[in-house]
């Protein structure tokens, strides 16, 4: 109770979410709902009450797409908010680092190169709040995949206003895991970006031993003109 007063529904009566104690036909104290978790037992279309921009929003998007395609593991709103105690008015850096963590969970691969994207590296490691957050991209509710490139310009135009559509070739995510091989134009990028990166990796390293083994050599070569002075 002490963590659900403190949240922004604290002062919602508990009926106003639990109108009728029966959850999808299955009537409270019913033994069928022990054990079962209750985000999927709970009717999200009564959040559209309070909240119809996040529905109607949520309902345009990919993950209300999987959804109702029955994919494993679809978003609804309970897997991101935790209802009873979800925080409120949280600052940009706080509400960034849950949702890293909390996108993260069902989306480890876009994660980890978004950490090793600019964005990324300079949002989350850095604190830096004007760069961007999974959501100042994709929306937190309408969750598009940005692969048109229309849309990806739509995005990268509320930061980068003078962005034309050629910007939209940098490739935020590079990673080549879990791509489709129809994905051909990526494919092809995310290699050549692995191919620039490996030569500088053999560049940097090349360079170093070079100045590694000449001055050993050059040292030696000190001892050797003072022994052979001695
Ligand atoms: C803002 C809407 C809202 C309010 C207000 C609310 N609940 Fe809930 N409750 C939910 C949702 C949604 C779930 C399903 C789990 C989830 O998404 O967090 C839930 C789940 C539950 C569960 C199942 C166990 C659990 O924690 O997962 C119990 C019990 C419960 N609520 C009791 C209460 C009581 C008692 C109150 C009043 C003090 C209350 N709720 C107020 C939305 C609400
Ligand atoms: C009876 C109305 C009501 C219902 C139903 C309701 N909410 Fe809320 N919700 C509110 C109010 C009021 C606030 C506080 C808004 C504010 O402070 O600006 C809030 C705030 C929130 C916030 C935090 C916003 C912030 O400031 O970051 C989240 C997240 C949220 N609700 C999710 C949900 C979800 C998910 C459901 C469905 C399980 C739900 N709400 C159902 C009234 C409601
Ligand atoms: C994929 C995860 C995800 C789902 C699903 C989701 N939300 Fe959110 N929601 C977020 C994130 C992230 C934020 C805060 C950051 C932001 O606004 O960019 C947020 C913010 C909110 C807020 C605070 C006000 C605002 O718009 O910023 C409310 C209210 C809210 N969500 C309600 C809902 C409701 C109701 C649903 C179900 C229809 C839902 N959310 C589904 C991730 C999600
Ligand atoms: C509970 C798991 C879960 C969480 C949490 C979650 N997602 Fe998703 N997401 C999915 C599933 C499942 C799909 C559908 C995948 C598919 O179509 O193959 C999806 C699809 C997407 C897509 C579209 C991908 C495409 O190829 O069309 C984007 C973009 C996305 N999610 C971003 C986010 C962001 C941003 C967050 C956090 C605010 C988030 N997701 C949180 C499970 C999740
Ligand atoms: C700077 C903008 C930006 C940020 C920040 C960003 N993304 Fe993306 N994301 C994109 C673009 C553009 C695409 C489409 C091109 C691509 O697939 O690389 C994309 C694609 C995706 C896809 C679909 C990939 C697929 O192959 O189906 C998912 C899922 C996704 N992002 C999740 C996330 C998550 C989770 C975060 C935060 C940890 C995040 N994104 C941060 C721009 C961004
Ligand atoms: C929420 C704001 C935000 C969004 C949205 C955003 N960016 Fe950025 N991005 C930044 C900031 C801040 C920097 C740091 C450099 C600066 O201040 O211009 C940056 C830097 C970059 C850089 C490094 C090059 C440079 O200008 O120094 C590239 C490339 C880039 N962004 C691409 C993108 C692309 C592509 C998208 C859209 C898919 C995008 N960004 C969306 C905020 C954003």
């Known amino acids: 109770m002490e963590r659900f007063l403190s949240s922004p529904h604290g002062r919602l009566s508990c009926s106003g979410c639990h109108s009728y104690i029966e959850e999808k036909g299955v009537k409270h104290p019913d033994p069928k709902l ?115 490139r229309e849309e990806a310009l739509e995005a990268c135009r509320k930061c980068h206003a003078d962005a034309g559509i050629r910007f939209t070739e940098f490739v935020i995510h590079a990673s080549r895991e879990g791509l489709k091989k129809e994905d051909i134009e990526k494919v092809e990028k995310v290699r050549i970006i692995r191919w620039i990166e490996i030569s500088f990796g053999i560049f940097v390293f090349g360079v170093l031993a070079f100045f590694y083994s000449h001055t050993l050599i050059w040292t030696l070569r000190k001892i050797h003109e003072r022994l052979k002075k001695g």
């Open 34 to 148: 022990l054990g079962k978790a209750s985000t999927l037992l709970y009717d999200y279309k009564r959040c559209e009450k309070c909240h119809p921009e996040e529905h109607q929003r949520y309902l345009k998007g990919a993950h209300a797409k999987a959804l109702s395609e029955k994919k494993k593991d679809a978003p609804t709103c309970g897997h991101c908010h935790v209802t009873h105690y979800a925080a409120a008015g949280q600052s940009r850096l706080e509400l960034g680092k849950w949702m890293t963590g909390m996108c993260g969970t069902c989306h480890p691969v876009q994660k980890r190169s978004y950490l090793e994207n600019y964005h990324g590296k300079t949002a989350v490691h850095l604190r830096y709040e004007a760069s961007a957050y999974c959501t100042d991209c994709h929306g937190a509710h309408t969750c598009l995949s940005l692969k048109k």
